[in-house]
């Protein structure tokens, strides 16, 4: 009887894991349907891998702090901003950022990734190559920052 309660819990546990993950269309399925950029501004995409390990710390995103999105495990999403300094903040028990100058044309890759804190983990943002971020986007689904629900 334990051996079947544990069996469940554990289905349990990582359903519930799996329920956080980001469960859009693929990168490699939207690809070519991506807008183009403006002239004026330039691309930050910002993307996760897809673990278990962390999957529960699901922060928001804020460039320049504005909330732009979520790290969600296993999601892409991306913004268009015009050419300038930004600062990438994620928070949970205490905040992580990065600061970079994005230029008109230019793309940036900020990969989040969780790691161990105090209490609880962290999700720590950080500049990607070209390279793995293409080698790792076509596996990772759009998970674009959905509007706020009003409520009644």
Request: proline content about 7%.
């Amino acid at each position: 009887m334990k051996g079947v309660l544990r069996a469940l819990a554990s289905a349990i546990g990582v359903t519930v894991l799996m329920a956080g993950c980001a469960s859009g269309v693929k990168y490699s399925e939207m690809a070519s349907s991506i807008p183009t950029l403006k002239q004026d501004q330039g691309r930050v995409y910002f993307f996760r891998s897809s673990s278990l390990i962390g999957a529960a710390l699901q922060p928001d995103i804020k460039l320049n702090s504005e909330v732009v999105g979520q790290s969600k495990p296993g999601g892409f999403f991306f913004v268009d901003r015009p050419a300038g300094k930004y600062v990438v903040s994620t928070a949970t028990e205490t905040e992580k950022t990065l600061t970079f100058a994005l230029d008109a044309g230019e793309t940036k890759y900020v990969r989040t990734s969780p790691s161990l804190g105090l209490i609880v983990g962290r999700v720590v943002p950080e500049l990607e190559t070209l390279e793995k971020a293409q080698a790792e986007l076509p596996s990772l689904s759009f998970a674009p920052n959905e509007p706020p629900v009003a409520k009644k």
